[in-house]
Structure formats: C-alpha cells, structure tokens
C-alpha cells in the first residue's frame, strides 16, 4: 500500500483528504503542529491501522523513517484572522515548511502536491481568474504574510521540479466550505452561519456586492486527488465557478437556517480582494473534474454540523 504524508493533516480541509486517502487504501501519516488545526478532525480515525498522527512543526527539520509515494503540503494558517495572529509562522510555513517536505519528497522519491490558493491572485484585474494570470497582491499590506507566502511556495514548488525532477502538482484552491471548519476563524462562511444560527445579525462587508465563489468540501478534495495522480506539472484552479455576491450568500443562509437575524454593513478590510471567480476549464480538461454538489445542498449540511457546534 502507498504511503502519504498530509501535512496540516488535522485542519479542515487535511483532514477530509486524509479521509480520502484512507477510502482509497493508502496508509496516512498526518502531521500538524495543531496550531489551526484540532485532532477532533482526526480523532474518527484512531485505531485505523493505517492512519498516524504526529504532532510535529513542518518547518524544523524533517525525518520520515517510512518512505513516502506523496507528499501532500497542506500547512498553513488559512483565514486572516490566523494569519493576522501569525504572521511569522504563517510566512515560515511557507517558505521554510514548503522547503523541508520539497527536500523530504525528493530524497523519496515522492510525488509532491501543494495546497495553494487563489489569493495569489490578490485583488484581481482579471476576471474570472485563469492559471496565466500573475496577480494583484500587495506584498507589505496585512494580508500580504499569506499571499506572498504562497506565492514563494509555488516557485519553491516549480524549481524542485526543474532543479530536482520532483514530481510535483501545484493546487490553487478557491474558497472551500463545509463540516470541519471552525466556527470561530473568520472566514465568511464559519461567520455568517455561527451568527444565523446564535440570532445575531449577519455582517456583511461593505455594500455587499463583493463577490465569492463556494466549493463545498468533498468536491475540492476529489480534484485534488485527480490532480495528485495526474501528469500536470503547473498552477490548477480547483474551485466552483458560480459566482454569488455577498449579500445574497448571506441571505441564503438565513434563509436555509430558519434564523430570524438581520444584516447589517461594516467596513471592508484592507485589501479583501472584490472578485472571486476561477475559471476551471484546465481542471475540465486535464482531470475531467468539476464541482457537483450545489450550493444549497453542501450549506444545508454545513449548517447541521454547525448546528451541533452551536447548541
């Protein structure tokens, strides 16, 4: 049987792809050094034979004693909140965590994916967004310790494979939501559902005419494995398409929440990018991948799991 190293492996969206993995017959060595992620993710699959969990920092040095056929670099603080009370180690995760399991997946042999995301894209001026455009982000701004950090990681990623041979795949992942997530981290949607389901009102920022696109959870993993077993070697978009603006996703979940709240406005943060859109059609084309589960169907469930996190 294989065997797969998931960093970040006790985050959201690690710990669905552990799942994964584990349903396809891999042995699963996830590693977190807990600081975002939470082994309540995990803990369903202690006694598994074929899952570990090490509780480790990435960005210290790197030993596996069990060689690894993948390599999956999934650690980072995700939400600004995180990077914002983390701004080293957010930067340090990667640069220097993305270096140490490159080096890993080289002296084995690995193939190595890294979760990237659009923010390398920054406020874009391009819409919807495709894998040749370079970006819009403000490297000294607040939300620059993450988007740079990526950025860095994904040509530490390109030159292992140029430098090295590493059989590497470079995943930009779009906003993901579902079961898992905290409620507390600051994203729009763990915020927005906590505040429906407490009664309180809904902030959106600005007028509300921002714009996002939702991937639920078990869609994104499913092309992150594609792309895992694929031949493609540059930047994939891994989202959904469908674009809502803010004001009407927030709308929707107090409606699919039965909640009573309002809405209410409040400043933008400093550079929150206004549009967010991939364009998907190399993931069509190369991993036959795109999103299946609506929008509706995937915050229904995500609400009931909120809802236990709640009560």
Known sequence: MAHVLVTG??????????DLLLQHGYVVTAMDNLITGTTANIVHNQGNPSFSFVKYDVTEYLYLRDK??????FASPASPIDYLQYPIQTLKVGSLGTHKTL??????GATYVLASTSE???????????????????????????DEAKRFAEAMVMAYHKAHGVDTKIARIFNTYGPRMRTNDGRVVPTLISQALKGEPLTVYGDGSHTRSFCYVSDLI?????LALSDEHEPVNLGNPEEHTILDFARMIV????????IVFCKSPTDDPRRRR??????????????????EEGLVETIEWFRTKTE
């Open 222 to 226: 499913e092309g992150i494995y594609r």
């Open 103 to 108: 080096g890993l997946a080289h002296a084995h």
């Open 68 to 73: 690894a056929d993948f390599v999956f670099h």
């Open 278 to 295: 991939p364009d998907i059609g190399k993931a069509k084309t190369l991993l036959g991948w795109e999103p299946k589960v609506k929008l």
């Open 255 to 262: 409606r699919l929440a039965g909640s009573k709240s309002e």
């Open 9 to 18: 492996g006790a985050g959201f969206l690690g710990s669905h792809l552990c």
């Open 120 to 146: 390398v894209y920054g406020d874009p001026l391009v819409h919807p967004q495709t894998e040749d455009y370079w970006g819009n982000v403000n490297p000294v701004g607040p939300r620059g310790v993450y």
